[in-house]
């Protein structure tokens, strides 16, 4: 007598719930996309005013035919605190200075940039559109739909109302007396009624069971035709919530590719290039600068008349002492004999000491050696009558050397270079 069918269930409510769900969910939805559409809108004023930030005009404005030649420009930049656009003559300047834009050059990157914010704030507006025109619309007539149909759902209640449990309790009974009857026979129990002869008893209990299944058939067949409807129902909903989010994955899926592209066309251009091209190109097509392969020269290798001259080659040098003009003391220093003068310096370093502190010419100068016997140091001493740059009077010069063999020697030179008038005879 058990049957499968669940005969105190609530068929009806339990759908109604689920979809009364569904329409939730719907809403939901309806509310997500009217958000992102602001979103989008929002997006759309954004990305144009970001179009219009990408203000390069002086690597944009000018027509890719334009002189690149930068030689002859004398002029200036302004400082860039004015909020002016460049004029004519800076923007040619300032593209003259970069590569062209198919070499990868800094100059490529604003219109790429431009392209990019075009492209987003198109497909912002575009899924903007399908979202005020067609998603949510659609969801909202989905909702509405849902509404209806869950009313309907809630009006078939009636069809659960059976009596299957009544007949089951009837069938029962007579399966009852039906076996009592059985009983009371196999044991001869003389009182039975005609009534109980299992013979008729048995059209009674088969009449009673096809009562109880007829009922079990309309429930079923109510069980059946609520969950077809509802399954029907709901494969309408989830195809319709299906394809809205597919519209919109679609126009996420083209952003991805659009920002992709984007960022491939950055990558790939100008911040793939070697960090000095735009510099080695600079330098290489402006004659302000050098190249800077060249090797600078050095001061031996370069050559002038005269270099090399005999005129400019000392004859002599060495340490002297000089006796002062009144104090008549000496005072220690390094002179040098050229054809033309006798140079007095501080030092010996020529690099570093190169002005003489005393020169004298060589022209009307007159060698000899102080007396011994009348030298109260008596040693190493010649003088030299001359006349001492910058005065028209002669002087006695008494120079001391340091050992007689060191006063020979300057003996010697400068006998030599007195004797001879021409400086360049003496070189």
């Avoid at 080695?280 to 020269?297: E, G, L």
């Avoid at 005129?311 to 003391?329: A, D, Q, T, W």
């Avoid at 001359?386 to 003996?411: I, M, P, T, Y």
């Amino acid at each position: 007598l058990y049957t499968y069918i669940p005969l105190s269930a609530h068929p009806t409510q339990a759908l109604a719930d689920r979809f009364e769900a569904w329409r939730r969910i719907v809403r939901s939805l309806s509310f997500y996309f009217n958000q992102l559409a602001q979103y989008e809108e929002e997006r759309v004023r954004q990305h144009s005013k970001l179009i219009k930030a990408v203000n390069f005009p002086f690597l944009t404005d000018v027509p890719v035919k334009a002189s690149r030649n930068i030689d002859g420009y004398t002029g200036t930049l302004s400082s860039g605190t004015s909020n002016s656009d460049p004029t004519p003559a800076e923007v040619e300047l300032i593209t003259s200075m970069f590569l062209e834009q198919e070499k990868d050059s800094i100059s490529a990157v604003p219109s790429r940039l431009s392209q990019y914010h075009r492209y987003q704030a198109n497909n912002s507006n575009k899924l903007l559109k399908e979202l005020t025109q067609s998603i949510i619309p659609r969801l909202e007539d989905l909702r509405q739909d849902l509404g209806i149909k869950i009313k309907e759902i809630h009006a078939l209640a009636g069809d659960f109302k059976n009596s299957v449990a009544k007949e089951q309790q009837q069938t029962w009974k007579e399966i009852q007396t039906f076996n009592n009857a059985i009983q009371a026979i196999a044991k001869d129990s003389p009182s039975l009624s005609p009534k109980l002869d299992p013979y008729l008893l048995k059209f009674s209990l088969d009449k009673q069971l096809h009562h109880q299944i007829n009922e079990e058939h309309y429930l079923h067949d109510a069980f059946i035709n609520l969950q077809s409807s509802g399954r029907e129902l709901e494969k309408v909903v989830s195809e319709e919530v299906q394809n809205v989010i597919s519209v919109y994955a679609k126009f996420i899926g083209n952003e991805s590719n659009i920002v992709a592209d984007h960022a491939n066309r950055l990558l790939q251009g100008y911040v793939s290039a070697e960090p000095t091209a735009e510099w080695d190109d600079f330098i290489k097509r402006n004659r302000n600068f050098i190249d800077p392969t060249s090797t600078a020269r050095r001061s031996k290798d370069i050559k002038y008349p005269n270099q090399y001259s005999p005129l400019v080659h000392e004859i002599h040098s060495g340490y002297l002492e000089r006796r002062s003009k009144y104090l008549k003391s000496y005072s220690r220093a390094w002179y040098v004999l050229t054809p033309t003068f006798l140079h007095e310096f501080k030092t010996s370093d020529r690099r570093k000491d190169l002005v003489p502190v005393m020169s004298l010419s060589l022209a009307d100068c007159k060698l000899t050696l102080e007396d011994k016997s009348k030298s109260k140091s008596g040693s190493q001493k010649f003088i030299l009558n001359a006349r001492q740059e910058g005065s028209h009077k002669g002087h006695n010069w008494v120079f001391r050397a340091e050992s007689d063999e060191k006063l020979q020697e300057w003996f010697n030179y400068l006998t030599a270079a007195t004797s001879i008038v021409s400086p360049t005879e003496r070189a």
